[in-house]
């Protein structure tokens, strides 16, 4: 509905001051949109499809030239002569990277990206990720993803939808202090010593909670306010001199662990009703 493609049922929203239900054709020129499957021409090269979008956006001569090669640059098509390639011949990665340069070209005040490192090596999307962070200085930003570390990241608030249902709303900081307030320890012993790990976490902490359980390797969440860091590795450290760990961690909550106990939260309400 945001970018034209299904017309609202009812309601309305402003984009730029603009109504989606009046007003879409004002609402284009100052957005840009990279869609989840690239949506690309492919006997026309990354360069002149910025160059057909960036006219478009009312771009020409050397403002045109210089949006483009930017464009180019800040996601990494410059090199090797790929600008200049058909699209055809470039890699799924490749082709992600330019969807995004379009969504960004011509100034795009308004830009909705649909998970945009979809198929990207962890190079490239490091630095498709630094040329979202550079771009969104000064326009806004919509963008829908599945992973947590895209999203903390990129975003400077999240949402979570569970099942077309917005759940919360917040910075990462502030999601994480609201569904946090729990270490995570992970501990691996031969199972037959599993009730000794039970054992050391209760004293640890009276109300921790096992999240994960699979031969001999168990996950707890530690309330914050009955454990502390020290305390768990000196126990964990004497632990060890009795017991035998093949393996164990402690870890903070992470925006996944959030995006899991909202959604198991929300699927439990769901059932209740």
Same mark, same amino acid.
């Given at each position: 509905?945001?970018?034209?493609?299904?017309?609202?049922?009812?309601?309305?929203?402003?984009?730029?001051?603009?109504?989606?239900?009046?007003?879409?054709?004002?609402?284009?020129?100052?957005?840009?949109?990279?869609?989840?499957?690239?949506?690309?021409?492919?006997?026309?090269?990354?360069?002149?499809?910025?160059?057909?979008?960036?006219?478009?956006?009312? #771009?020409? !001569?050397?403002?045109?030239? +210089?949006?483009?090669?930017? *464009? =180019?640059?800040?996601?990494?098509?410059? @090199?090797?002569?790929?600008?200049?390639?058909?699209?055809?011949?470039?890699?799924?990665?490749?082709?992600?990277?330019?969807?995004?340069?379009?969504?960004?070209?011509?100034?795009?005040?308004?830009?909705?990206?649909?998970?945009?490192?979809?198929?990207?090596?962890?190079?490239?999307?490091?630095?498709?990720?630094?040329?979202?962070?550079?771009?969104?200085?000064?326009?806004?930003?919509?963008?829908?993803?599945?992973?947590?570390?895209?999203?903390?990241?990129?975003?400077?608030?999240?949402?979570?939808?569970?099942?077309?249902?917005?759940?919360?709303?917040?910075?990462?900081?502030?999601?994480?202090?609201?569904?946090?307030?729990?270490?995570?320890?992970?501990?691996?012993?031969?199972?037959? #010593?599993? !009730?000794?790990?039970?054992? +050391?976490?209760?004293?640890? *902490? =009276?109300?921790?909670?096992?999240?994960? @359980?699979?031969?001999?390797?168990?996950?707890?969440?530690?309330?914050?306010?009955?454990?502390?860091?020290?305390?768990?590795?000196?126990?964990?450290?004497?632990?060890?001199?009795?017991?035998?760990?093949?393996?164990?961690?402690?870890?903070?909550?992470?925006?996944?662990?959030?995006?899991?106990?909202?959604?198991?939260?929300?699927?439990?309400?769901?059932?209740?009703?």
């Amino acid at each position: 509905m945001m970018i034209g493609f299904v017309k609202p049922t009812s309601g309305n929203a402003f984009v730029q001051g603009f109504s989606i239900q009046n007003d879409m054709e004002k609402i284009y020129n100052s957005m840009g949109v990279c869609p989840q499957n690239d949506m690309l021409w492919e006997t026309l090269t990354g360069r002149e499809h910025l160059q057909f979008y960036g006219r478009l956006k009312s #771009l020409s !001569g050397s403002s045109l030239d +210089l949006a483009v090669e930017e *464009s =180019l640059r800040s996601v990494n098509l410059l @090199h090797g002569g790929a600008a200049d390639k058909q699209v055809k011949k470039y890699s799924g990665g490749m082709k992600r990277r330019l969807s995004v340069a379009i969504s960004l070209i011509g100034d795009a005040k308004v830009v909705y990206m649909d998970e945009p490192s979809t198929g990207l090596d962890p190079a490239s999307r490091k630095s498709l990720w630094n040329a979202v962070k550079q771009a969104k200085q000064d326009r806004a930003i919509i963008l829908t993803t599945h992973s947590m570390e895209e999203a903390e990241a990129l975003c400077d608030r999240l949402c979570i939808m569970v099942n077309g249902s917005l759940q919360c709303i917040g910075t990462p900081k502030e999601l994480i202090a609201r569904y946090g307030g729990y270490y995570v320890l992970t501990m691996t012993t031969p199972p037959e #010593l599993e !009730g000794e790990v039970e054992n +050391l976490v209760r004293k640890l *902490s =009276l109300n921790a909670r096992m999240v994960y @359980h699979l031969s001999g390797t168990q996950k707890y969440e530690l309330l914050k306010q009955e454990a502390r860091i020290a305390d768990v590795f000196m126990a964990v450290k004497n632990f060890k001199k009795r017991v035998e760990v093949q393996a164990w961690g402690l870890a903070d909550t992470t925006m996944e662990d959030v995006f899991v106990k909202v959604a198991k939260g929300a699927q439990s309400s769901e059932e209740l009703s």
